[in-house]
């Protein structure tokens, strides 16, 4: 079983939609999430990021923790063509100097005007 | 203007060659990193450094190398012993205890 499980997509949503981004992790000790957005040939840019158990809200986009559940989530409301990405989660532990991330694979989504 | 770049955004070589990949930060973040991004594969960490003229390997290592003389700089050399060179290579900085990584831009190497 991989640490980080992310599904891939593709997901096409119309624009105005709700969107759930998701991902599940195998590893306890994950105690920091991150969200990146990653648009095509660029680097990926830190959209959200927490360390509890529940949400955090930014804007458009909320960031949903399940720590019991070893569960994350980004919800992105009112989506825009200009959303349109690979959206990458990140984790780490918070266990001694080692500041190692570990990624999902990425979903990429496709707002359609 | 605080960021962190990467030059060049492409970049073409024949095998059997070195190649060095640049990375500049200029948020005086001690932490820098380097990972390689392939289709289908995610970000892989290739080597990170935490304080200056000390770095450690990542994940997968093998076939690159790294210096980190300057706190802002941290390139990245692809040797001819890479079996698999060709790929988007990004750079990302954070606070030395700060888990959250800001990218540069990436640079695209193609080998062949």
């Known amino acids: 079983q991989k640490e980080v499980e992310q599904d891939p997509g593709p997901l096409s949503v119309p624009e105005g939609a709700i969107v759930s981004l998701n991902c599940t992790y195998s590893n306890s000790a994950f105690q920091y999430f991150m969200w990146y957005r990653q648009y095509s040939r660029k680097g990926p840019e830190l959209l959200m990021y927490t360390y509890s158990s529940g949400n955090k809200e930014d804007g458009r986009f909320t960031a949903q923790v399940d720590k019991s559940s070893k569960y994350i989530s980004l919800f992105i409301r009112d989506s825009q063509p200009s959303d349109s990405a690979t959206y990458l989660c990140a984790m780490r532990d918070s266990g001694g100097s080692n500041y190692k991330l570990t990624f999902g694979k990425g979903t990429l989504l496709t707002v359609n005007p | 203007d605080g960021g962190i770049t990467q030059s060049p955004k492409y970049l073409f070589r024949k095998e059997g060659q070195n190649v060095t990949l640049s990375c500049e930060q200029n948020l005086n973040h001690d932490a820098m990193y380097w990972y390689r991004q392939d289709p289908g594969q995610g970000l892989r960490l290739i080597y990170y450094s935490q304080i200056v003229n000390d770095f450690q390997k990542g994940d997968i290592a093998e076939g690159y190398s790294v210096s980190r003389e300057k706190k802002e700089s941290f390139p990245l050399t692809v040797t001819s012993a890479q079996k698999n060179p060709t790929a988007f290579y990004l750079c990302?900085?954070?606070?030395?205890?700060?888990?959250?990584?800001?990218f540069g831009p990436g640079t695209r190497l193609t080998v062949t």
């Open positions: 990302a900085s954070s606070i030395l205890q700060g888990s959250e990584q800001y």
